[in-house]
Nanobody, 116 residues
Framework: QVQLVESGGGLVQPGGSLRLSCVAS????????MSWYRQAPGKERELVAS????????NYADSVKGRFTISRDNAKTTVYLQMNSLKPEDTAAYYC?????????WGQGTQVTVSS
């Protein structure tokens, strides 16, 4: 079965950095586009970044361009989200996601809180 396990969240001051990790299993990781989403309290879940398979083409939400970097290590079946210059508005639960077999799967999420 598909499993996605996120880690790396925490409390950080504005301007700080965090790196999120998502370890995937249960599917051929290298063959699928991987994405990070986030959901702040009272708001809808939104796409933050995605990365394609072999070509590793990336896509970012306008709000994180130039500050966040998505990457993947197919050998470790892990996708990363490096987050720099964090802002209070980046505070949210961050989720790793994949669509396989016509079904979107989510991890359990990792909380990121940006506050002084």
């Amino acid at each position: 079965q598909v499993q996605l396990v996120e880690s790396g969240g925490g409390l950080v001051q504005p301007g700080g950095s965090l790196r999120l990790s998502c370890v995937a299993s249960g599917f051929t990781f290298s063959a699928y586009l991987m994405s990070w989403y986030r959901q702040a309290p009272g708001k809808e879940r939104e796409l933050v970044a995605s990365i394609s398979t072999i070509a590793r083409i990336t896509n970012y939400a306008d709000s994180v361009k130039g500050r966040f970097t998505i990457s993947r290590d197919n050998a470790k079946t892990t996708v990363y989200l490096q987050m720099n210059s964090l802002k209070p508005e980046d505070t949210a639960a961050y989720y790793c996601s994949v669509v396989t077999g016509g079904t979107r799967y989510w991890g359990q999420g990792t909380q990121v809180t940006v506050s002084s």
